[in-house]
């Protein structure tokens, strides 16, 4: 799983929910650690599902600190490239004033 952060993001999860593996909130952080290196490196370069994996990350607080605004911020990139994972939440964000005043006019774009 070195270097695969789809890999290592799932592992993460499925510590943290216990799925196959004791549940186990310090080896849940590693993995979600290293996830958000490899996401966040690839988001960099433009990588489209990075985007919205470290928005989600983000959004979460999942291997970086929480931060909405910031989230909203990857999330936009994503869904500039049309991915849906990353216009759901700009739409969810938006809707909810998470990261940004609540507005449903740009929610419902």
């Given at each position: ?8 993001y799932?592992l993460?999860?499925s ?5 196959g ?5 310090v ?6 650690d ?13 990588d ?5 994996m470290?928005?989600?990350m983000?959004l ?12 909203l ?37």
């Amino acid at each position: 799983m070195q270097g695969n952060a789809d890999a290592q993001y799932a592992l993460g999860l499925s510590y943290a929910a216990g799925r196959g593996v004791p549940s186990d909130d310090v080896e849940a952080k590693r993995w979600f650690d290293q996830a958000a290196i490899g996401f966040r490196r690839a988001a960099d370069q433009g990588d489209m599902q990075a985007q919205q994996m470290l928005g989600h990350m983000m959004l979460y607080g999942r291997g970086v600190p929480k931060d909405e605004a910031e989230a909203l911020k990857w999330f936009c990139r994503g869904a500039d490239q049309g991915g849906a994972l990353g216009q759901y939440y700009v739409g969810l964000l938006y809707s909810n004033g998470m990261g940004v005043p609540r507005d449903y006019a740009e929610a419902a774009k």
